[in-house]
């Protein structure tokens, strides 16, 4: 079965960083491009940033581009986002998933928290 496991979320002030991982099984993960999704306070979920198959192609919203980084890991099932500089509206409940033209997979993780805070 799909499992998607996010961790490294916590409280950090602005203008810190946190790295979260999120560690992947039960479907072929280097077949797929992969992506870091945002549910912030209140609202709907967005994705924040993507990665290609082989790691070489990115995305990232323009509010994000300069201060993330996404990156994987194929050998460990693996997909990393870097968040330096954070803000405010960096704030939300972030999970991972398959992203491209299927879609992602029904089964989401449990997410893992970032609050940024004065």
């Known amino acids: 079965q799909v499992q998607l496991v996010e961790s490294g979320g916590g409280l950090v002030q602005p203008g810190g960083s946190l790295r979260l991982s999120c560690a992947a099984s039960?479907?072929?993960?280097?077949?797929?491009?992969m992506g870091w999704y945002r549910r912030p306070p209140g609202k709907g979920l967005e994705l924040v940033a993507s990665?290609?198959?082989?790691?070489?192609?990115?995305y990232y919203r323009d509010s994000e581009k300069g201060r993330f980084t996404i990156s994987r890991a194929n050998a460990n099932n693996t997909i990393y986002l870097q968040m330096n500089d954070m803000k405010l509206e960096d704030t939300g409940v972030y999970y991972c998933?398959?992203?491209?033209?299927?879609?992602?997979?029904?089964?989401w993780g449990k997410g893992t928290q970032v609050t940024v805070s004065s």
């Open positions: 998933n398959k992203f491209g033209g299927d879609g992602p997979f029904s089964a």
């Open positions: 039960g479907f072929i993960f280097s077949s797929n491009p």
């Open positions: 990665i290609t198959t082989g790691g070489d192609g990115t």
